[in-house]
């Protein structure tokens, strides 16, 4: 009887151990990312872009720098600077775009039918994005990017994948068959701290163009307090001239990386 009682005793434990080992799924930069997002928590970036023709770089890069901070969901706003080499002159400076409590604040002075200060957009989702086309804040792309990736090695994926991959049906045509190279770089607890990305546009006789973007993340877990610009510096977008008909609309804001020139 008590030998039967040891056996049973020593079968409960190995399923107890086999059952734990089963379940501690290895970490992986998505559930690793899933992990950060904590109310008040974020993360800076800083990033440069820039294209070359034929391998020759046009001698000009845009730049952004600035916060994201997270919800229980994911990102729930931001801070962004954005400065482009045709920005630096004495009639342009920085553009700025702010998004917290479900609205989006953009200051560009210099910019054509934008005023002085903040501009607000109501009701605005957060469709966080820069110019870096391995977005890992939206779960899907980095999922498909990990799946994709041929060169596995400790810290650093690399893959290819088509444009359309990335953005969609929003991309067609030869735009959308271009071939866009990444490397996703991470520390050893997983977290992302580069992703470097290379579209390749291919004219044929005409030649190629690449455009490069690459991105840091640095600082996971900081504490984020991400504010609205003071209500007297701010104009509701559907004040503006032409309203919600015209130009910028209120239910969202102008692509905003689109308006920095890249030369």
């Known amino acids: 009887m008590k030998r039967f009682l040891i056996a049973v005793a020593i079968a409960a434990a190995s399923a107890l151990l086999t059952t734990g080992t089963a379940h501690a799924a290895p970490e992986t930069p998505l559930t690793a990312l899933k992990k950060q997002y904590v109310e008040g928590r974020g993360v800076k970036i800083k990033e440069t872009s820039f ?3 034929d391998g020759e770089s046009l001698g000009s890069s845009n730049r952004v720098t600035g916060v994201v ?4 969901k994911g990102v729930d706003s931001y801070d962004l600077t954005l400065r482009g080499a045709s920005l630096l002159s004495e ?3 920085k553009i700025q775009i702010i998004h917290v409590k479900g609205a989006t604040y953009l200051k560009a002075p210099g910019t054509p039918d934008m005023p002085a200060g903040w501009v607000r957009y109501s009701e605005a989702k957060v469709n966080f994005s820069t110019s870096q086309l391995i977005n890992i804040f939206d779960p899907k792309v980095l999922k498909k990017a990990i799946a994709a990736a041929k060169v596995r090695k400790p810290g650093e994926y690399r893959g290819t994948l088509p444009l359309k991959e990335l953005a969609g049906s929003e991309v067609g045509g030869t735009l959308g068959k271009a071939k866009v190279n990444y490397r996703i770089f991470f520390n050893g607890k997983k977290l992302i701290t580069r992703v470097r990305s290379e579209m390749v546009l291919d004219f044929g006789v005409l030649g190629s163009m690449n455009s490069i973007t690459d991105t840091q993340y640095y600082e996971w877990g900081r504490k984020v307090k991400i504010q609205a610009p003071p209500k007297d510096q701010v104009t509701d977008a559907k004040d503006l001239e032409g309203g919600e ?10 692509p905003v990386f689109d308006m920095v020139p890249s030369n």
Do not use: A, T, V, Y
């Open 51 to 53: 294209i070359e023709l």
């Open 69 to 72: 901070g997270f919800g229980h």
């Open 91 to 93: 009639n342009s400076s």
């Open 245 to 254: 008909s015209g130009d910028h609309p209120s239910e969202q804001p102008p």
